[in-house]
């Protein structure tokens, strides 16, 4: 039987308030193989790039001991601090959070950063906002690579990089062998792209696709079912193509303790029913 190489749960599907081993513990009795840890926009996110060496081995080891590998670390912060800045010292500090946060994975153990596609998203614009982008990923490429990490750019909202081909187009000018994409299904819908056709491009190159829902303009909270993202054809094409990761991403703002088996069961028979249709053909 097809499946993927693992199945992961995005951080921010699980209630928040828990310790490192509860955390852990109702990831892995959900069912899950691993783990993508959030270095978003928040202080609290951000001071884990400045956790002590014993703080570390902690949050690994607690990870190890419930059979979770800390697969990914997903550095949202760009949102917010820009490669692609007009100003010179939100770029420096966008170095920084790349840096830190290869350095972060590389303790945790976890074999990628996830790299969000925004030039520029909520801070000023400089005029060649791709290539300073595409200066930082590739000394972060370089980087990642003396510390065993590989990258993947996330397609997003915004204008920057919103499609498969947008994504494939940086991986080909960084030229660096460690940059894969980190394909989210449901900011496809979001950008009223063709899912399908998008998927079939991107997954080649792939490190991991997110399953979100989402509708036209609406990137986040749109419960699985309750959105526009065609999840059969999704499934379908996951089934048929070589083996990738595969994570679960919500939101999780009522703090419901049965979200994320809710979410992994749906993934899973969706991804059953895949695995009997292709069989039938």
């Not at 097809?2 to 509860?22: H, N």
């Not at 670390?73 to 959070?97: D, I, K, N, V, Y």
């Not at 370089?142 to 997003?156: K, M, W």
Request: net charge negative.
């Amino acid at each position: 039987q097809r499946e993927p190489r693992g199945f992961g749960i995005y951080e921010k599907t699980l209630p928040t308030g828990m310790t490192w081993e509860d955390t852990f513990a109702t990831a892995a009795s959900a069912g899950y193989d691993f783990f993508e840890l959030s270095i978003d926009a928040t202080l609290e996110r951000q001071d884990r790039l400045h956790w002590s060496d014993k703080q570390r081995q902690r949050v690994w080891r607690s990870a190890s001991e419930h059979n979770i590998d800390i697969r990914v670390l997903t550095l949202s912060a760009h949102r917010e601090t820009p490669w692609g800045s007009a100003e010179a010292g939100q770029r420096a500090r966008a170095g920084f959070l790349a840096k830190a946060t290869i350095d972060l994975a590389a303790d945790l153990e976890a074999e990628c950063v996830q790299i969000a596609g925004y030039f520029a998203f909520n801070a000023p614009r400089a005029p060649k906002a791709r290539e300073l982008f595409l200066d930082g990923l590739v000394s972060a490429a370089e980087y990642a690579a003396h510390q065993g990490v590989v990258l993947a750019i996330e397609n997003v909202d915004g204008v920057d990089v919103t499609s498969i081909g947008d994504g494939l187009g940086l991986i080909d000018d960084a030229k660096a062998t460690n940059i894969y994409l980190y394909i989210d299904v449901g900011n496809l819908t979001g950008n009223e792209l063709d899912v399908v056709s998008e998927l079939k491009s991107g997954l080649p190159s792939a490190y991991c696709v997110q399953l979100k829902d989402a509708r036209p303009g609406v990137f986040r909270r749109v419960p699985f079912g309750a959105g526009d993202v065609p999840f059969g054809d999704v499934f379908d094409e996951l089934v048929k193509a070589p083996p990738v990761y595969v994570s679960v991403e919500m939101w999780n703002d009522e703090n419901n303790p049965f979200l994320p088996m809710e979410a992994g069961e749906w993934a899973r028979s969706q991804w059953r029913a895949a695995v009997n249709r292709y069989q039938q053909h």
